[in-house]
């Protein structure tokens, strides 16, 4: 069975611009969660998804946000971005809603310039 | 205090010992508990997880958890140089999100 994949794998912006992220689920998964992992944080939790909807929520302010499609292919956000958004960022799938063992992808490493 | 902590190390140990990770954390309603290794550059495997109190072992790796004192820990007996890498204590709180603990750097020195 495939993976979590997560593209693209590497991305330059500078700061005002907006970034798109995608995110594949593992075959079956349909729960679809985000963290963003850098240096100094730790890794952080965005947003979960399941079934289209959000489930959960981390403490991020209102220029990230995301979605899910009805294939659970997931996709973030990130408007107006800012040099302290540079990190690595995590798409995580695991098999249901309340089904805490998460799979992680291999990140996609965004750095603001 | 912080909802989950890890000692962030680094850890040294010589190949063949046990390395001996531990985690706090302060969600007193948390029930799930896991332990993922992070290698420099990748993102985290899951290496164990664990929900009742005692010890859980796989292999050279054993996860414990004690809820009365909020702590589970991780051992890795025979410890390879292969096993140098980040870990991270992961936990499911009562809010049902998976927190991370920062993570401890382990060496193990061949």
């Known amino acids: 069975k495939a993976g979590v994949t997560q593209t693209p794998r590497y991305l330059i912006k500078t700061r005002g611009q907006q970034v798109t992220l995608s995110c594949s689920p593992i075959s079956g998964h349909r729960s679809v969660s985000w963290y963003q992992q850098t240096p100094g944080q730790g890794l952080q939790f965005l947003f979960e998804?399941?079934?289209?909807?959000?489930?959960n929520k981390g403490n991020f302010p209102g220029r990230f946000s995301g979605r899910q499609f009805s294939n659970s292919r997931s996709e973030m956000n990130v408007s107006t971005l800012e040099l302290g958004d540079s990190a690595l960022y995590l798409c995580?799938?695991?098999?249901?809603?309340?089904?805490?063992?998460?799979?992680f992808g291999p990140g996609t490493r965004l750095l603001v310039l | 205090q912080k909802e989950v902590e890890q000692n962030s190390g680094p850890l040294s140990v010589p190949e063949g010992a046990i390395a001996s990770l531990n985690c706090t954390y302060s969600?007193?309603?948390?029930?799930?508990f896991f332990w993922y290794r992070q290698y420099s550059g990748k993102s985290p495997e899951l290496i164990m997880f664990i929900y009742s109190n005692g010890d859980k072992e796989d292999g050279r790796f054993t996860a414990q958890l004690n809820k009365a004192s909020q702590y589970v820990s991780l051992l890795i007996r025979d410890s390879q140089p292969s096993d140098s890498a980040t870990y991270l204590c992961?936990?499911?709180?009562?809010?049902?999100?998976?927190?991370f603990g920062k993570g401890t750097l382990l060496t193990v020195n061949p």
């Open positions: 995580a799938s695991s098999s249901s809603a309340g089904e805490e063992t998460q799979y």
């Open positions: 998804y399941f079934s289209e909807t959000q489930r």
């Open positions: 992961a936990i499911t709180g009562s809010n049902y999100k998976l927190t």
């Open positions: 969600d007193r309603g948390s029930q799930s």
